[in-house]
């Protein structure tokens, strides 16, 4: 109930609140009617099968509030991390492959920046391309089958996706650590004010004297970085990188969690708050209807239909107006 | 010689008759020793002028998987040892880029397609306008609802079956059910549909089985196999056994239950083409039955069927052949790494 108050303390219902809402009625229902689903077993469950997702969804966050969007960041979280496992695999070392993998992260991360930045290409079209052109570099030649498996070399950092500290697996202190350090650069250093600002308005951002290309270049290399860390702790959770999964819906999963959470598409507004809160919100959902053995077509629906309460949530609360309305809306 | 030669004119004629016999004997030999050497085989000439020109083209789910490497990589040996054209148009897990490749296809009227169906609807009606167009389609170890000049492929229902069997054999207990998880692949696939057929027809007719869970892994994603598996062992601690759809996916299934220390005491099993994986995890624990269809028999299978319908000379759809693929189990007793075959050592 102090949360539902908390919740609902200051200011009006934004869209942060009604998820919040919305993921609090869920969880008390479940909680009711599903047995097992309230246990300390299956809350750890829940909340590891979403963290890769929400891990994912913090680097977009970055993207995101700098008013872009990053769509090559399935791209790469699969070929960084299965280069580390195919180079690691060849015996060059843990230490030299995590550094390949990490460069060509970052290579990914400045060639979206670049276009977006200097080049000024739209983000949607900038990093959907970058996206195709990296996974079909993984599928040309870096490695012989598509599914890489995860190699005995590597077993010494395995822990990141397998194993627990207290109970609670790594992957869900991974997804922690990550929101820590992308609250932090946000909320507390300069760069993060400045991925506000850019998001909020550009023009006056370079006006006030903020390098806004710079920022707008470190924005994807973040998000890629993100997701090549992502990438392992996946590889190491599933013990192989499938580099299929840029083919698959995943990429909207991310998007859906960051939208969910409220954080506008049109830029300069949310945190990680919204993120976790979306993830959360989404794990949940998921989790309960594996539970109640829903078949995936039925999964799929409810997941569409949640995403469609929640923005129509949104819109009918805080209408959007000329003077609220943003240039970049999507 | 001539110095040999005395006497009258009647020795001469003799010598004369014994030296045409001898020639004449020798001649014959020789004609008799080259008509054993070699003939013309009269269906030769024929069988490889048939195959100059002609065009075969696969069109796969996913190019970079051990099954579609495999198959292509056996299909592309043959085209070249016959002289004629092999291509691959990958769709990468897009069935609407399939769907194109198809249409445009019909259109350029290869004589062979070899088509691997991401689901038993999609591309039904599009084989049926290639077929009529002229074109034999021959369908690979995934089918549609259509059938066409041929089909190469498990008996995915009989995969089930068996699968189910090793679960019942572990399992079975009539006071107490053994509880089956069920991990599929995208609920319209034939590996998913005819597979859980399969199942059914075993688990049904058990009272010692009680089926907790029917869950999709999507597009056959480790990734989902893992948290699925993960939840389910939440809700039923003390689930019997597995059925998985494919080695790759199950590797993150046996992940979940490597993290949960219950590897030992939840039975696997899962199926594949019977390449290096499969005895990677018989080997390490992460499956206890393995069902495989045989990349290698398979790809003699398919190359057969290529084979006839680049000579039939009948109307297209008249003959129509279906090869199920005789399927090898694998159980970690019977493991032995020469059983399970890599793209190096396909022949």
Known sequence: MAMLSAVLGKGGLDQLRIVTLLFLAIFVVYSVVLPGFFSVGNLLTLMRTVSVLGILGLGMAVVVIGRGIDLSMIAALAVPSALVLTLAAKGYGVVPAIGIGLMLAVVIGVLNGILVAYAEIPSLFTTLAVGIGVAGIGQIGLFDYEIVSWPPALDGIAWIGRGSLYGVPFSVLAFGAAAIVIGIFLRRTRPGMFVYASGDNPGATRLTGIPLRPILVMQYVISSCVAFFAGMVLAASSASMDTRIFNLTWIYDVILVVVLGGIGLSGGRGGVANVIIGTLLIGTIMNGLTIMNVSFEMQNLVRGLVLLVAVLADSIINPRNEETAQQGDI | ?347
Not at chain 2, 55 to 66: A, E, H, Q
């Open chain 2, 1 to 347: 010689m001539a110095g040999m030669i005395k006497g009258g004119p009647e020795m001469k004629k003799l010598l004369k008759l014994g030296m045409t016999a001898a020639l004449g004997a020798l001649i014959g030999t020789a004609q008799l020793a080259h008509a054993q050497n070699s003939m013309d085989d009269p269906l030769r000439d024929d069988y490889y002028a048939n195959f100059e020109g002609r065009k075969v083209v696969f069109v796969p789910v996913f190019m970079g998987l051990d099954l579609t490497e495999g198959w292509s990589k056996i299909m592309a040996r043959q085209a070249e040892e016959l002289g004629y054209d092999y291509e691959v148009r990958n769709s990468n897990f897009n069935t609407a880029a399939g769907a194109q490749t198809l249409t445009s296809l019909i259109s350029e009227k290869p004589d062979v397609i070899v088509v691997q169906n991401p689901d038993v609807q999609s591309y039904a009606k599009l084989l049926r306008q290639a077929e009529k167009a002229g074109i034999r389609v021959i369908q690979l170890n995934m089918k549609t609802n259509y059938q066409t000049t041929g089909f190469v492929g498990a008996d995915v229902e009989l995969i089930g079956e068996k699968q189910a069997e090793a679960a019942v054999a572990k399992c079975s207990n009539k006071e107490n059910p053994g509880k089956v998880l069920v991990l599929a692949g995208p609920p319209t696939s034939p590996f998913s549909a005819y597979m859980l057929k399969g199942y059914e027809n075993v688990l049904n007719a058990d009272p010692g089985m009680n089926l907790v869970s029917v869950q999709s892994t999507g597009d056959y994603e480790s990734s989902k196999a893992k948290s699925i598996a993960q939840v389910v062992l939440q809700q039923h601690p003390d689930l019997c056994a597995i059925l998985g759809v494919w080695d790759n996916t199950d590797v993150g299934t046996a992940a979940a239950l490597q993290e949960a220390g219950k590897a030992d005491q939840v039975l696997v099993t899962t199926s594949g083409g019977g390449g290096e994986l499969a005895c990677k995890g018989l080997r390490e624990g992460m499956w206890q039955y393995y069902v495989s269809y045989d990349v290698p028999g398979q790809g003699r299978d398919l190359n057969a069927l290529i084979m006839a319908a680049l000579q039939d000379q009948n109307p297209v759809g008249s003959t129509k052949t279906v090869l199920y693929t005789p399927l090898v189990t694998y159980t970690p007793e019977t493991l032995g790494d020469e059983r399970c075959w890599s793209l190096d050592t396909l022949r």
